[in-house]
């Protein structure tokens, strides 16, 4: 069923290593996937921390590292410029947050730690935002359009990202 002449790529283990996120079927379907993946010629991992969680667990595949990139867009920029356009203010640390609210992405750490930052910081959030709704002067952004993306890093001061696990975390590449 699988050509021996062809690649697969992995991107992380999140099925095997955070279940409670994933339906039972789908896990089966994963690891199913992963064993069959030794017929391959190979399995493309995008970081050296997948590739090492995935040949602990599969030593018989044959593995290559290559990593994301990103585009000419994600460059730097004029901060207050870039606050400028997207209305945010000036006087402020601007922290910038990306990503959902599995468990693995520690968003609990997030907020219990933003909430004692005090006043002269705004929490700018891109993604799921239902646990960061109690956060007063928060701007919480479900989708934001790719062109304009860019510009939310570099009107940040600071990206934070605390996940407990990431197989590459495009977010701090981007940054």
């Known amino acids: 069923r699988y050509n021996p002449n062809s690649y697969g790529t992995v991107h992380d283990l999140f099925p095997l290593?955070?279940?409670?996120?994933?339906?039972?079927?789908?896990?089966?379907?994963?690891?199913?996937?992963?064993?069959?993946?030794?017929l391959l010629k190979g399995v493309v991992v995008i970081s050296d921390y997948v590739k090492g969680e995935l040949s602990e667990l599969y030593p018989n595949l044959k593995l290559i590292r290559i990593h994301h990139w990103t585009g000419n867009e994600f460059r730097p920029r004029d901060r207050a410029l870039a606050r400028k356009k997207l209305g945010l203010p000036l006087d402020k640390k601007v922290v910038l947050s990306i990503g959902t609210e599995?468990?693995?992405?520690?968003?609990?750490?997030?907020?219990?730690?933003?909430?004692?930052?005090?006043?002269?910081f705004m929490l700018v959030r891109i993604g799921s935002s239902r646990k960061f709704r109690s956060l007063p002067g928060a701007a919480l952004?479900?989708?934001?359009?790719?062109?304009?993306?860019?510009?939310?890093?570099?009107?940040?001061?600071?990206?934070?990202?605390?996940?407990?696990?990431?197989?590459?975390?495009?977010?701090?590449?981007?940054?």
């Open 102 to 120: 599995e468990p693995r992405k520690n968003v609990d750490a997030l907020i219990s730690a933003f909430k004692s930052l005090g006043e002269g």
């Open 141 to 175: 952004l479900s989708d934001v359009p790719f062109d304009v993306l860019p510009l939310y890093y570099n009107a940040a001061d600071t990206l934070v990202a605390p996940s407990f696990d990431e197989g590459f975390d495009a977010p701090v590449m981007e940054a």
């Open 17 to 38: 290593t955070w279940p409670s996120s994933y339906a039972p079927h789908y896990r089966r379907f994963y690891r199913k996937e992963l064993e069959a993946a030794s």
